[in-house]
C-alpha cells in the first residue's frame, strides 16, 4: 500500500469512530466558551498577541544568535547548555547526559515527541515515566498524543478505568476524580526516587536564559524540582530576545490554551543554589544540583528561510486552531504526524523530510482558512498548505522536492 | 525536477480536465454555456458576467460526486476509489457519457442560480455580456494543488482571452473563480488592469432603492462559502442582502458564522481525494445549520449548495431547502 492509501485508511477509520467525534465536539463546545470567557475577562491579550506576532517574525530570524545567547546566559547560570544541529545530536546529547539504569520523570513535550526521546532513553535501558496525565495515559495505551495540550483527548474514561485495573491490578471504576487519584498515588514516589528529571519549554528569553514551563497539573514543578539533574530540550524556534518578551509570549499562549490563567508557571534559569552558610554559594540545595539545555534545530533554521512556511515556527502550540479544524473535529490527531494539520504538513516535510507523508497532510487540508481566524499570531494555514503543495510538486527555491 | 505523482489522483484527473478542456469536469464547452442560449447576452462587452465551472456544470458534478462517494463507501479497494480516471472508465461514465445526458436534459434546468442572477443584474441596470462557450476555467484549482507553474501559464490566457473581448470589468459569482480572477492571476501578469467585484457586491451597492419582498414568510439561515467570507472578505454584502428582504426572518448560528462559519467538507477539490470524508463534514455542516431552526438555507457557492444538499440528505432533512443568495433575491424582485 501506498503512503497516502494508508493514511487515508488510517484517517477513515477515525472519522467513523464515533467515540473520537464525541470527545472531540464536547472539547471543541467547551474550548470556544473558556476561551471566549477567558479574552472577555482580559481583553488585553488580543493586543498583546499582536505584539507576540511581531517578537517572533523578528526572533525567528534571529534563532541562531538568540540560541547562542541564551547558551551563554545559562552558562552564566552556572547550568549548561547546548546546541543540536540534528535530532541524532540532540538524542547523543542526552544520551550521554543520562547513561543506563536511571530512572527519569518526563514532562510532556511535543518536541520530545518529535524526535522519540522516550523511546530512545528506554532503548539505552532507562526506566522512563510521562507525569503528564494525558501523556502517562498514551504511554501507558503505546499510543500517540491526538492533540498538543490533551494528548489524551481521544480516550474516554471508561478506556483509562480499564488501562488502570491492569496497571494496578484492582477493578477501577470510571470515575474521574478517583482516576486522577490513581495516577498521582502510581507517580508520586517516582518523582523522589528518579535521578533525573526532564521538561521541555513554553518559552525561552534569550538575555536571561529564562525557561518558562506552563502547566496545571504540578507534575512539571515535581520533575524539574525533586531529582537531582534536569534536563531541557528546547526547539529553537522558543526562543525569544528578553524576558519581557518571553512573558508576553507565555501569557498569549495560555490564554489561548484554554488556561485562562494556569496554575503554575515556572521560570527556570539555572541549577538550585544558596548562599546561607558563610556566603558561599553551593548548588544543589534544594532543587536540581544541575541544569542541562539543549537547543534543537533539527531543520529550523532551514524552515526559517521559506518565506511563507517560516510561519510554522511562530507557533505557540497553544492548539486552538485544531479546534477549528472540521477535519480534526472527525480525525483527532490521525490528521498529523509530529503535529497536528497544517503545521504538521509543513514539519513532516521540513523537520521529518517524509514528503509523502507531507503530501497526504497537505492534500487533507480544505484550505478553508478557519484556523488563522483563531489563531493568536494569525498563522495561515491555508496559505502555507498552498505553498507546501507547490514545494512537493514544483519544487523551489531551497531545491526541496 | 517535479513530483506530480504526491499529487492524490482525484486531483490531477480535475487538473487535466482544465488543461485538456478547459474546464473542471473535462465535458464541453457547448454543454456549459447551455443554460444561457435562450437569453442572447452579447460576447463583447465592457462588463463581463463570469459564471465559473462550479454553476454551469453543477448537476453534472452532483451526479459525479454521488457516484464517487458511492464507490468510496463500498468495498472496492482504495486504490481504485482513489483514481477518478480509473472508475470512471469502470462505470462508463467517461466525459462524453456526460455530454451526452446534458444534452439530452434540454437547457441545463440545473443552472437556476446563473438565469437568476442574470435577471436579477438586468434588473438593476447593470450591462453586461457574457462569453458562454468562449469563458475560460479560471484555472485556480491548479494553484490550491500546487501547480503554480502550470496556473501562471494559464493565467496568461485566460488574461489573453479576457482582454481580446474588450473586457475591462468582471462581475464573479462562483467566490473561488472570483477570489482567482482578483486575486491570483494579477500576480502572474504585468500591467494587469481588470477590475472584479463579485456578484453579491453589486447586488448590495445596488439593491437600496428597491423593494423586495419574499413570496411567504420564512426562517433563512445564511452558510458563508470559505473563498467568499475568509479569502474575498464579504460577510455583511450577504446579510445585508437578505435582511433588505421583507418576509425574510435570517435565523444565524451562535458561533460558526461570518468568518468563524464551518467549512462544508468540499473546498478545492477535498471532495474527490476523500468523497466520504467530505460528505461527513457537510453532514456536520448541515447539522449545524438546521439547528438555528430555518427553513431554507441560503448560501452563494455551487460547491457548498452540492455539499450541504447531500448533508441534509443524510440527515433525512427533508424539509430544508438548500438555495443560492441569487435565486432568494430573484424571487424577492419578482422576477
Avoid at chain 1, 60 to 67: D, F, G
Avoid at chain 1, 109 to 136: A, C, H, K, P, Q
Avoid at chain 2, 316 to 328: C, F, H, N, S, T
Wanted: glycine share 8%; with cysteine.
Amino acid at each position: 500500500m501506498s503512503v497516502f492509501t494508508e493514511y487515508k485508511k488510517e484517517i477513515m477509520d477515525a472519522a467513523h469512530n464515533e467515540r473520537i467525534r464525541l470527545a472531540l465536539s464536547r472539547a471543541i463546545a467547551s474550548y470556544r466558551t473558556n476561551t471566549n470567557s477567558a479574552l472577555k475577562k482580559f481583553p488585553h491579550t488580543i493586543k498583546m498577541a499582536e505584539e507576540v506576532r511581531e517578537i517572533k517574525e523578528k526572533a525567528i530570524s534571529e534563532m541562531e544568535q538568540l540560541a547562542q545567547q541564551a547558551c551563554e546566559a545559562i552558562e552564566f547560570n552556572k547550568g549548561k547548555a547546548y546546541i543540536a544541529k540534528t535530532a541524532d545530536e540532540a538524542l547523543k546529547i542526552i544520551g550521554e547526559l543520562v547513561g543506563k539504569d536511571k530512572l527519569i520523570v518526563k514532562g510532556k513535550s511535543m518536541t520530545g515527541e518529535e524526535i522519540e526521546l522516550r523511546e530512545y532513553l528506554e532503548e539505552l535501558g532507562n526506566e522512563v515515566y510521562e507525569t503528564d496525565l494525558g501523556e502517562f495515559i498514551i504511554q501507558k495505551l503505546h499510543s500517540r498524543p491526538m492533540h498538543i495540550l490533551s494528548p489524551a483527548i481521544h480516550v474516554p474514561k471508561e478506556d483509562v478505568a480499564e488501562l488502570f485495573s491492569k496497571i494496578t491490578g484492582e477493578k477501577l471504576e470510571p470515575d474521574i476524580a478517583k482516576l486522577v487519584a490513581t495516577a498521582r498515588k502510581l507517580l508520586r514516589e517516582k518523582y523522589f526516587e528518579a535521578d533525573i528529571g526532564m521538561s521541555g519549554a513554553n518559552v525561552v528569553a534569550a538575555d536571561t536564559g529564562t525557561l518558562f514551563l506552563i502547566e496545571n497539573e504540578g507534575n512539571i514543578r515535581l520533575a524539574t524540582g525533586a531529582p537531582p539533574v534536569h534536563i531541557a530540550l528546547v526547539g529553537m524556534e522558543k526562543l525569544v530576545p528578553t524576558l519581557g518578551d518571553a512573558y508576553k509570549v507565555a501569557e498569549v499562549t495560555w490564554r489561548y490554551a484554554n488556561y485562562t490563567v494556569p496554575s503554575y508557571v515556572s521560570l527556570v534559569s539555572g541549577p538550585s543554589k544558596t548562599g546561607d552558610i558563610e556566603k558561599v554559594t553551593t548548588y544543589g540545595a534544594h532543587g536540581p544540583k544541575e541544569l542541562h539545555v539543549i537547543f534543537m534545530d533539527a531543520g529550523r533554521t532551514g524552515l526559517a528561510k521559506h518565506p511563507i512556511l517560516r510561519q510554522a515556527l511562530y507557533c505557540l502550540r497553544c492548539g486552538g486552531c485544531l479546534y477549528e479544524c472540521p477535519v480534526f473535529a472527525v480525525t483527532a490527531g490521525h490528521f498529523g504526524d509530529r503535529y497536528f494539520t497544517s503545521i504538521g504538513a509543513v514539519w513532516a516535510a521540513m523537520v521529518s523530510q517524509d514528503m509523502e507523508k507531507a503530501a497526504s497532510l497537505a492534500y487533507t487540508c480544505l484550505t478553508c482558512g478557519r484556523c488563522k481566524v483563531r489563531c493568536p499570531v494569525e498563522i495561515d494555514g491555508a496559505e502555507m498548505v498552498v505553498a507546501l503543495r507547490k514545494l512537493i510538486v514544483e519544487g523551489d527555491e531551497l531545491g526541496q522536492t | 525536477m517535479d513530483n506530480k505523482e504526491l499529487i492524490p489522483p482525484g486531483l490531477t484527473y480535475l487538473a487535466d480536465n482544465i488543461a485538456s478542456k478547459d474546464n473542471i469536469l473535462g465535458t464541453s464547452k457547448e454543454a456549459g454555456a447551455k443554460w444561457a442560449k435562450e437569453l442572447h447576452l452579447p460576447k463583447q462587452m465592457e462588463t463581463m458576467f463570469f459564471a465559473g465551472c462550479g454553476y454551469q456544470y453543477n448537476s453534472e458534478l452532483e451526479s459525479l460526486m454521488s457516484l464517487i462517494r458511492k464507490i468510496d463507501k463500498s468495498a472496492v479497494s482504495t486504490e481504485l476509489t482513489m483514481s477518478l480516471a480509473g472508475f470512471q472508465k469502470k462505470l462508463g461514465i467517461d466525459a462524453s457519457g456526460i455530454y451526452r445526458k446534458v444534452m439530452a436534459r434540454g437547457s441545463g434546468a440545473d443552472a437556476q442560480p446563473l438565469r437568476d442572477a442574470v435577471k436579477v443584474l438586468d434588473s438593476l441596470g447593470v450591462k453586461f455580456g457574457y462569453l458562454a462557450d468562449e469563458e475560460p476555467c479560471c484555472g485556480g484549482l491548479l494553484y490550491f494543488i500546487g501547480l503554480h507553474k502550470e496556473f501562471a501559464k494559464h493565467a496568461q490566457e485566460v488574461y489573453a482571452r479576457l482582454k481580446s473581448r474588450g473586457v475591462k470589468r468582471i462581475i464573479g459569482i462562483v467566490p473561488s473563480c472570483t477570489y482567482t480572477l482578483r486575486n491570483l492571476i494579477p500576480d502572474s501578469i504585468d500591467g494587469h488592469d481588470l477590475e472584479v467585484k463579485h456578484f453579491c457586491e453589486v447586488v448590495s451597492e445596488g439593491i437600496s432603492s428597491l423593494e423586495l419582498r419574499y413570496p411567504r414568510e420564512v426562517k433563512v439561515t445564511y452558510h458563508d462559502p470559505c473563498q467568499l467570507v475568509r479569502y474575498l472578505g464579504l460577510v455583511e454584502e450577504p446579510r445585508q442582502i437578505l435582511r433588505a428582504i421583507k418576509g425574510i426572518e435570517l435565523v444565524e448560528t451562535e458561533w460558526t458564522k461570518g468568518e468563524w462559519a464551518t467549512c462544508c467538507g468540499g473546498g478545492g477539490g477535498f471532495e474527490a481525494v476523500f468523497p466520504e470524508l467530505s460528505q461527513i463534514l457537510a453532514v456536520n455542516r448541515a447539522k449545524e445549520l438546521i439547528e438555528t431552526g430555518a427553513e431554507i438555507i441560503v448560501t452563494h457557492c455551487p460547491g457548498c449548495i452540492m455539499q450541504l444538499k447531500a448533508g441534509l440528505k443524510e440527515l433525512k432533512a427533508g424539509g430544508v431547502e438548500v438555495l443560492d443568495l441569487a435565486q432568494i433575491v430573484a424571487m424577492a424582485m419578482g422576477v
